[in-house]
Structures are given as structure tokens and as C-alpha cells.
């Protein structure tokens, strides 16, 4: 069922304002595609973190480099630390009375090495590029729409903190506890990864464990 939802005039102003952002967002989201902010890519993800304190400067509001504290990360059937490049995080009203945390991340899966570099447009509507959809798109949507926010007359009663973060494709170990300490101190969360193709929403994930053994062989016997 579907329900017809009439817009007030500011709301359609402010609709009608991303409309005049067009050309803008797609030439931003071509640089951000380009720009490779794989996982373990420290160098482009740092460079991908001026790129959105540049984009997200236009809301005002405090930027903050949010350090992560390193942790133990299993990979290739390895235990070894890990550290991490800083989370954006980004601060608006935080005396408000209503709260929201929005959150996303700018690393992708492709490594500095791959293949799959820049963007290409499928046609006249879809790009094509490294995370234009997961989610240095939803990024892009995400500022837009607290752009229109802050053009309406109710934006004084609101608040927000962005955590965009560097390590939610390898599990979001280092802003995991910082995800947690803003969502509880919030009235909404929201994150902006891309819907499946016919709109619906996935509302649950499955998951996967690892578990490490190891030791030192000494004299034919393991020790723990």
C-alpha cells in the first residue's frame, strides 16, 4: 500500500534545491570513486578524509579527527595488531534537544592494486566506480540531505553527530566503540549504505567468526 505524502513549501524548497545540486554531486562523487581509499590503503584514505572535511565544511558545525585505538585483527589465519587512520567526525548543535547520529564509512574493498580504479557512467543515470554505491555515494546523499536540513526553519531544534569511518569493511573494530558511545547518547540513528535494486531494505545480515589457534612447536609437542 502506498500512501501520498504532501510536501509543505519549505520541504519542496529544499527538494527543489538538491535538485539545482545536480551537476555538483555527480562531479564530487566522480573524484571521491577516484579516489582509492581501500581498507589497508592508509595514504588514500587519509586523502579521502580531506575530501570529505572539505565537502562537509559547508555544514558548519566542528570537524574532529576521531583517533582509533588499535586492536588484534585476524588475517590470513593470522592474530596481529592493527592500528587505523582516523574517523571523520563531525559535530552540529550537540545542545539540541533532539539527537541523531548518522554514520558511514570511506573505505572500500579495493586495494590500492586493483584492477577496478575509476568511475565509468553505465549510461545517462548510473556510474559505475569503486564504492560509488557502497557508500561514498550514500555519503554524498547523506550531505545533502542535512544541507536541505539546515534551510529549514526547524534545524535550530536538531542536532547531529557524523562518524564516517576508515574500517567498516574490515569490521569496524577501531570505531566500533565510538558507534556505540554516540547511539546511545541519540534519539534516531541513521546510515546511508544503498537499498537492494527494487528498494527493499535488508533488515538482517549473516555473519561470519574466526578463530585463531596458536603456538610454538618445541621438541615435537605444541605449547599454547
Known amino acids: 500500500m502506498t500512501h501520498k505524502v504532501e510536501l509543505k513549501p519549505d520541504e519542496r524548497s529544499a527538494l527543489d534545491w538538491i535538485e539545482t545540486r545536480q551537476d555538483h554531486m555527480v562531479a564530487t562523487l566522480r573524484d571521491w570513486v577516484n579516489t582509492n581509499s581501500g581498507s589497508h590503503n592508509a595514504d588514500g584514505l587519509e586523502v579521502m578524509r580531506g575530501k570529505l572535511n572539505e565537502a562537509f565544511t559547508e ?41 541523531i547520529v548518522l554514520t558511514g564509512h570511506h573505505d572500500t574493498v579495493f586495494p590500492a ?13 548510473i556510474m559505475n566506480g569503486p564504492g560509488a554505491a557502497d557508500m561514498k555515494g550514500g555519503l554524498l546523499v547523506m550531505l545533502h540531505a542535512l544541507l536541505a536540513l539546515e534551510r529549514s526553519p526547524l534545524k535550530d531544534r536538531i542536532g547531529y553527530d557524523i562518524l564516517i569511518s576508515p574500517d567498516e569493511e574490515t569490521g569496524s573494530l577501531g570505531s566500533g566503540p565510538i558507534l556505540h558511545a554516540l547511539g546511545a547518547k541519540a534519539d534516531i540513528g541513521m546510515t546511508y549504505e544503498p537499498a537492494l535494486a527494487d528498494g527493499s531494505l535488508a533488515g538482517a545480515r549473516k555473519g561470519v567468526g ?15
Do not use: Y
Open 113 to 125: 592494486d586493483d584492477s577496478f580504479q575509476s568511475w565509468k557512467m553505465r549510461d545517462d543515470n
Open 210 to 224: 574466526k578463530l585463531v589457534a596458536e603456538g610454538l612447536r618445541q621438541g615435537g609437542a605444541c605449547r599454547p
Open 59 to 99: 555544514l558548519g558545525g566542528e570537524i574532529r579527527a576521531q583517533e582509533l585505538k588499535p586492536t588484534t585483527m585476524v588475517e590470513k589465519w593470522r592474530s596481529q595488531q592493527q592500528g587505523f587512520t582516523p574517523s571523520f567526525h563531525l559535530i552540529q548543535r550537540p545542545d539540541a534537544p533532539i539527537r
